[in-house]
């Protein structure tokens, strides 16, 4: 009872998402088209095609598996650290905001609508991956994945504007419709593809995600199996009509994808640590999709399809598998795990079941995804075949590492009871791949809805077991024979591998990341430095560039400026602005703090008046008015001031470097503002100006004194800004005087 | 703070006129000089006078001065409210009614329009917020003293 009313958030979720998932089962199809930002040509438009059927299914389907787990999970996890059950609520409430925002991202028919819940995932995962917030590990894996996911999300956005100027719409179907080879697709594509590469941690973007898997269990077992890191191959299987354009762009992801089956697939041979295994697997296994997709084509797009879907039950079965054997045994290591199938033999079979899918055993739904993949490479080419070949061999072999690890040899670790919600989740999982392997048409079906909406046109192939010696058949052997080869000989390339992984981390785009960290922050420290050292650096970091930049103005365009006469009308006007030039001359010479407010006061005073020569009562008063109350204000303060810290300040002597650097940058923005209001002055007024037009409008709106109508009225917005500012500030007072406390 | 009896006396007798005035300011802001902002300052320049004549316990013994923030809090919300109410009726943020061109109803040589109201926002929020400031740099002063 305790737990279902402190994990009712998770219950909750996990009861919606199953109840999302027959939804996303009954509504295949449903459409929703509402108009957003209509000036924007942005519109809410939703549809459950097969992608979104097939990626929203795993998002809820998967999502309510974890969030059940996550109910025993997160508070076990919690005791572990010491902290309190509670915090486990925000873990639900983002993993339940994470799976809204992918189902919006995969229903999402609007580039504008797809960028927006591109981002609210990146976000989502970063309050996921930073949950042990104590752990400076966690924090600095948040930060990295939301900075390469969030960062190269921006070229989404570019993309999405690049295709919107070039055809007017931002609408996807709208869009593949249009849409013709030519630099601005390709460009578009590319963006598109870089930023769905960084989702889903491929090369070079990989070193994100193994560095994440400081994020609890459930979390990695939904983000980085089949929810984060397949919304970037989601991505491009939706854009594909754009990326197809461009066979070079297919050839680039063709590159990519082997990369990160390389890469994964060595890194993953070497790890230790459970998660760690997995994630590099994890980034692996995205390259075939990634590699799939850039072979292309209907049998490309259709095995991509189907790895995705078979892959995101494999990879969560062993992620939640992972959870439960460190919760059972203590330890996250290989090295220190043996024999534990003895003792929970359900636990050994459900994993077994997920292993053996990854690694394309026989009556497992994985053996269909390498078949697929075999298939489409070989018609890519035989070079390419051996490829595929040689990359299952690699998953064979890390899926077998991980299981004979963890559950055969001599018996490690301690044998702790763990709630039977960790470990059923895996078996249901392990239990569907098996399914899978027997039965595979349901899921192949649901592959190929979505591969048809990619492709474009309807594919319907069903693949099956052949007992003959067909090319894929000839390579599943190989890959077996190749796979317990490379198990059996660990002791001899281990070394190599090792060796491969250290140069990685010493020369890898994890490096550049930290150096590219590094160096922005120190260009950051240095502009502060140099600009808000101290107030009047700050002041002079705007006025010279400003008056550096008049003045270039003035001397390009000396035409554009008029220099207007003085009448004889203008003499009082000039007298007045005579004594607030000396005025404010003159507050530069005191060294006693009363004296400055009072030379202050005398220079506003004196520009209240010019305003009243001007004919603008109505500024002439408020502008007494705000004198009068800034020098009261003023003095009040420096009465709150010790006395001792003003008369030393007064003191203070004038640094030398200061002595001619101040009056320069005063002389230089000065004279160049007053070059800049002279000349605009002295131009004839336009015939129909904006206060002309406030003039003639004031009566109709009720008004006599065109001021207060444009403060309350034509330009209200801005009044209401500028009081917010105000009560802004009184809460600010209130905060340094009295720590907040406004009455 | 030393104040002779003859300041005490003219800040106590200029105290209701200069809420006269930002009164009259207030009002005939639409039609003449001035408006909330101008209004708030000269009533809370009325205070500050108290403030300075009798110091800070005598003042708010005498004003309600600590409503002051609540009253800007209570102009900042008025105005808000007049700005995005016609929203509620489809019409655009700061429409202001009666519109244009009708006739709106009179109370003496006053006329009544929402976007008076809005100004009277302005009025309490400019008040309360220099009032309030006003009481804070008392309060503070008074304690360093201490």
């Known amino acids: ?743 | 703070m030393v104040t002779t009896d003859l300041t005490q006396l003219v800040a106590r007798l200029l105290l209701a006129p200069s809420f006269a005035v930002a009164a009259a300011v207030l009002v005939k802001g639409y039609a003449d000089v001035g408006d909330g902002f101008s209004a708030g300052v000269i009533a809370a320049l009325g205070v500050l006078l108290q403030y300075v004549a009798f110091g800070r316990r005598e003042a708010e013994r005498l004003l309600p001065v600590r409503y002051a923030p609540a009253a800007a809090l209570a102009g900042l919300l008025l105005a808000l409210a007049v700005a995005f109410a016609p929203l509620l009726r489809g019409d655009a943020a700061f429409t202001h009614y009666p519109r244009a061109g009708t006739e709106p109803i009179h109370v003496g040589t006053l006329e009544l329009i929402t976007a008076v109201a809005f100004d009277v926002g302005v009025f309490l929020l400019v008040f309360g917020a220099v009032v309030g400031v006003i009481r804070y740099a008392a309060e503070a002063g008074e304690g360093r003293r201490a």
Do not use: C
């Not at chain 1, 990369?259 to 640590?273: I, K, P």
């Not at chain 1, 098996?434 to 492709?455: K, M």
């Not at chain 1, 002595?659 to 000349?679: E, I, K, M, Q, T």
């Open chain 1, 1 to 743: 009872m305790r737990t279902l009313r402190e994990g009712w958030l998770a219950y909750a979720g996990a009861a919606a998402a199953g109840a999302g998932l027959v939804a996303t089962g009954l509504l295949a199809g449903a459409e929703l088209d509402v108009a957003w930002a209509p000036t924007l040509g942005a519109r809410l438009a939703f549809a459950l095609d097969g992608i979104g059927v097939l990626y929203a299914g795993l998002a809820t389907g998967i999502g309510a598996v974890v969030l059940v787990y996550a109910a025993r999970y997160v508070p076990l996890h919690l005791d572990h650290q010491g902290r309190p059950r509670r915090e486990a609520t925000r873990l639900y409430a983002f993993l339940l905001l994470f799976m809204v925002s992918m189902v919006g991202l995969v229903t999402a028919q609007d580039l504008l609508l797809l960028f927006v819940f591109w981002d609210l995932t990146a976000v989502a995962s970063y309050f996921l991956i930073a949950f042990d917030r104590h752990e400076r590990n966690a924090r600095y894996a948040a930060l990295m994945a939301l900075l390469v996911t969030a960062i190269t999300a921006v070229f989404l956005l570019v993309a999405a504007v690049l295709l919107h100027h070039e055809y007017g719409t931002f609408s996807l179907p709208e869009l593949f419709a249009v849409a013709e080879p030519g630099p601005t697709v390709t460009t578009a594509a590319v963006l598109i593809a870089l930023a769905a590469l960084a989702k889903s941690a491929q090369v070079p973007f990989h070193f994100w995600l193994p560095r994440a898997m400081a994020a609890p269990t459930p979390v990695s077992a939904y983000l980085h199996s089949a929810a984060m890191v397949a919304a970037g191959v989601f991505l491009l299987a939706r854009t594909y009509p754009l990326l197809e354009q461009s066979r070079l762009l297919l050839d680039g992801l063709l590159v990519v994808g082997m990369l990160s089956m390389a890469v994964g697939g060595v890194l993953a041979l070497t790890r230790d640590e459970l998660k760690q295994v997995l994630a590099n697997s994890t980034i692996a296994q995205y390259g075939y999709v990634t590699f799939m997709l850039g072979i292309g084509g209907a049998s490309g797009v259709a095995a991509a399809s189907f790895y995705v879907l078979a892959h995101a039950l494999m990879k969560s079965a062993l992620f939640l598998a992972a959870g439960a054997v460190s919760e059972t045994t203590g330890e996250t290591r290989l090295s220190r795990l043996g024999g534990l199938g003895r003792d929970r033999p359900l636990l050994a079979a459900g994993t077994g079941l997920a292993a053996a899918g990854l690694g394309a055993l026989p009556f497992t739904a994985g053996f269909f995804k390498d078949e697929l993949f075999f298939a489409a490479a070989l018609e890519r080419g035989p070079a390419f075949g051996a490829v595929a070949v040689a990359s299952a061999a690699l998953t064979l072999a890390y899926a077998g590492r991980f299981w004979l690890g963890i559950f055969t040899g001599r018996a490690r670790g301690e044998r702790r009871r763990v709630p039977a919600l960790l470990v059923w989740p895996t078996v249901l999982l392990g239990a569907l791949v098996l399914v899978g392997g027997v039965a595979v048409e349901p899921l192949a079906r649901l592959a190929n809805a979505a591969a048809s909406v990619s492709f474009g046109a309807t594919i319907d192939s069903i693949p099956s077991y052949h007992l003959d010696l067909r090319a894929e058949n000839a390579m599943a052997l190989a890959t077996y024979a190749a796979g317990i080869a490379l198990l059996v000989t660990s002791r001899l390339w281990s070394p190599f591998a090792e060796a491969a992984a250290r140069v990685g981390e010493r020369v890898g785009p994890e490096r550049w990341y930290d150096l590219a960290l590094l160096g922005l922050n120190q260009l950051s420290d240095l502009i502060h430095d140099v600009e808000v050292r101290d107030l009047r650096t700050r002041v002079a970091a705007v006025l010279v560039p400003a008056g550096v930049l008049v003045a270039l103005g003035t001397v390009a365009t000396p035409a554009a400026y008029e220099l207007g006469t003085v009448g004889r009308g203008d003499v009082a006007l000039v007298l007045v602005l005579a004594v607030a030039a000396v005025a404010a001359v003159a507050t530069t010479l005191p060294r006693h703090h009363l004296t400055l407010v009072l030379i202050l006061s005398t220079l506003g005073f004196s520009l209240a008046v010019a305003y009243a020569f001007f004919g603008a009562p109505d500024v002439a008063l408020v502008a007494v008015l705000v004198e009068t109350i800034f020098a009261l204000l003023f003095l009040g303060v420096f009465a709150l001031m010790p006395r001792l810290v003003l008369r030393r300040e007064a003191a203070l002597p004038t640094r030398p470097n200061r002595r001619w650097r101040d009056p320069l940058v005063a002389a230089v923005a000065g004279f160049f503002a007053f070059v800049v209001v002279w000349g605009a002055l002295s131009r004839p007024a336009p015939e129909e100006s904006v206060a002309a037009e406030h003039t003639r409008l004031a009566p109709e709106a009720h008004g006599s004194d065109v001021v207060t109508v444009i403060l309350a009225d034509f330009r209200g917005l801005d009044t209401l800004g500028e009081i917010t500012v105000v009560a802004v500030a009184l809460v600010g007072i209130a905060a340094l005087l009295r720590r907040g406390r406004l009455w």
